[in-house]
């Protein structure tokens, strides 16, 4: 079957697979070193909130592929929408005046859905085009009404909006800006994350929540209010530590950019769809209305890729103004594609009619209560995030927050622990992040938690048996 897809994973050989996976995927994030060693995890099916390995082995998937698959593996009604559009009309082109019925039908469902006047929607390939797209826009729109000096980005050092060179800039991660590649130095610019657990000793949450506020002011009249275009902010830091702001944050940060004439990004790759108990966390969850809301991933629960960029009135009015000559040339050859569109429509319809935010919001605590459990582990400094979207902090001295040496590779250990117990788990750093499907049961939120809880066990035995742990 050497080439050709296989219809049954019976006619597939598993080491062949592994083999050809190795010598020519190039993965997103590549760890060459351990990559031309270990080689990859090859996954051949899913169901429900499980996957299964080539070898018919079974995991709990506790990152819910990469945040996205929302209503978990397998459903029908997703599938069913999907291949009817693909025999209805599989693609034709975006461009200018043409579209097609599922794009029609789910922008205006996101219109619905999205808070207050955010009524425009531009769809892209996934998160990162769509972030990427909020800048082209803003730039668009600040041009239009003639402040063309306003183009300098602020974001947050921890934040992460994508991976393209654009994108990649604006993200904040340290672990990501690789000495290898080039990021835009000149207009983008960053303010300090939300950590509250690596706040400065002795400051309460509140002074804090101000001691950013001020940051952020403060970095907008350095550069010049008629310089900065926008602020980015994924509503919870996401890759970045999953950290969950202090109250009042969202708010306090959309005032000092109203207050000085600059738009404000909510960045919901990750919180939107459900993951927060709610379509969107912007309005419902942090009280703002932003100016633009970009979301992807639980769009359409990993279905099929897909991303958007929802965007205000007032923006689309300036935007929109009679020009002859002025046109917003960006896009996509896959904006708005018909099955991706399909998908969406179905994934958000089955979200409605199985009351999966309500859902969240009642299993979303249990999960939270049962992973604080683990801060009686002594490697474990911190567990933070809100409902089905959590991170364990490990460290070496939980009194003083001392992280072991990077080499230790403490999140990448723990989550081979819990791999080989049939639990999956993301390591970044010393961080272990869970995200699982938001469909899961109290029980397999047990499962979840009793899984990990054994995976930092193990890990704890093999950092005392190599003198790392004392405790």
Not at 314 to 337: C, K, L, M, Q, R
């Amino acid at each position: 079957m050497s080439g050709v897809w296989a219809a049954s994973l019976d006619q597939v050989d598993p080491q062949d697979i592994w083999r050809k996976d190795r010598d020519h995927f190039l993965h997103p994030w590549t760890h060459f070193d351990s990559f031309k060693k270990d080689g990859s995890l090859v996954m051949a099916r899913g169901e429900g909130a499980y996957v299964y390995d080539i070898s018919g082995k079974r995991y709990l998937d506790g990152i819910g592929g990469l945040w996205c698959i929302n209503m978990g593996y397998g459903r029908e009604e997703i599938i069913q929408a999907m291949v009817d559009q693909a025999r209805r009309l599989v693609y034709f082109s975006p461009f200018v005046d043409t579209t097609n019925v599922p794009a029609a039908e789910l922008a205006a469902k996101l219109a619905a859905l999205a808070p207050g006047a955010l009524n425009h929607v531009f769809f892209t390939c996934g998160g990162s085009t769509a972030n990427d797209t909020a800048v082209r826009l803003i730039q668009y729109y600040q041009s239009r009404r003639d402040k063309k000096s306003k183009r300098h980005v602020i974001a947050r050092t921890g934040g992460y909006h994508g991976s393209t060179y654009l994108t990649g800039s604006i993200s904040g991660k340290p672990g990501d800006r690789s000495p290898h590649l080039e990021f835009i130095q000149d207009w983008v610019h960053h303010v300090s994350a939300p950590n509250v657990y690596r706040r400065p000793k002795g400051m309460s949450v509140a002074a804090f929540c101000d001691h950013l506020v001020k940051e952020l002011e403060d970095k907008i009249l350095e550069i010049g209010p008629e310089n900065v275009s926008c602020f980015f902010a994924e509503p919870v830091l996401g890759a970045g530590g999953v950290m969950v702001p202090p109250e009042g944050y969202h708010r306090k940060t959309l005032e000092v950019c109203r207050r000085h004439d600059v738009l404000y990004v909510s960045d919901e790759v990750v919180t939107g769809f459900g993951r927060l108990g709610h379509m969107f966390a912007s309005q419902d969850v942090f009280g703002i209305e932003p100016d633009i809301i970009v979301c992807a991933k639980g769009l359409t629960s990993g279905y099929q890729p897909l991303g958007a960029c929802i965007f205000s009135d007032a923006i689309h009015e300036v935007i929109s103004a009679a020009d002859p000559d002025s046109w917003f040339t960006n896009g996509y050859t896959y904006s708005g594609h018909p099955i991706a569109c399909a998908a969406g429509l179905a994934n958000i319809a089955l979200m409605e009619r199985e009351d999966i935010c309500g859902h969240v919001r009642k299993v979303g605590p249990y999960l939270e209560a049962k992973l604080k459990e683990l801060r009686d582990l002594p490697i474990v400094g911190d567990v933070r995030g809100h409902r089905f979207m959590m991170c364990v902090e490990n460290v070496a001295d939980r009194t003083t927050g001392e992280l072991f040496p990077e080499d230790v590779d403490i999140g990448r250990r723990i989550s081979r622990h819990c791999e080989s117990l049939g639990l999956i788990v993301r390591p970044i750093g010393p961080l272990n992040v869970i995200s699982p499907p938001l469909i899961l049961t109290k029980a397999q939120v047990d499962e979840l938690a009793g899984l990990l809880r054994q995976g930092i066990e193990a890990t704890m035995v093999d950092l005392r048996m190599e003198g790392l742990l004392r405790a």
